[in-house]
């Protein structure tokens, strides 16, 4: 990299042997926009996170309520948030488990929970 003290540009060169002219503005325009993108693509991801958490969290707590009824098992939630607006919240999982008796009788339950605080809003039996 050169400096051309007079008119302050900065010239590189590229290994295909292409000058590139830069003055500390275009240089700190740069810098700033990588910065901002690299700072987005860490909130995307770190958003992303919280929410599969949220869902493993929730699954867990109904995992907790259910097993006052028997043995939980095959439990899964469905980590993609769905539109809950006619249970009166933005977003819902929906999920469902197998419980087993202690007299040996297994019942498949549905459900569906807030998203954001884990409320149920459905437990199901399906025959």
């Not at 700072?39 to 958003?47: E, K, L, Q, T, Y």
């Not at 006052?68 to 539109?83: F, L």
């Not at 954001?116 to 459905?122: A, I, N, P, S, Y």
């Amino acid at each position: 990299m050169n400096y051309n003290r007079q008119q302050a540009y900065f010239y590189l060169k590229t290994k295909n042997n292409i000058i590139i002219c830069m003055n500390k503005k275009h240089k700190n325009l740069i810098a700033a926009t990588a910065g901002f993108l690299v700072g987005s693509g860490i909130s995307i991801f770190i958003a992303k996170k919280i929410k599969e958490n949220n869902a493993d969290q929730i699954l867990e707590t109904v995992k907790e309520t259910l097993s006052a009824q028997g043995t939980v098992s095959n439990a899964w939630i469905n980590s993609e948030r769905i539109s809950g607006e006619h249970y009166g919240t933005r977003t819902i999982y929906n999920g469902g488990a197998n419980i087993t008796s202690d007299q040996g009788e297994t019942k498949s339950i549905d459900f569906i929970a807030d998203a954001d605080t884990g409320e149920l809003f459905k437990l199901e039996v399906v025959d």
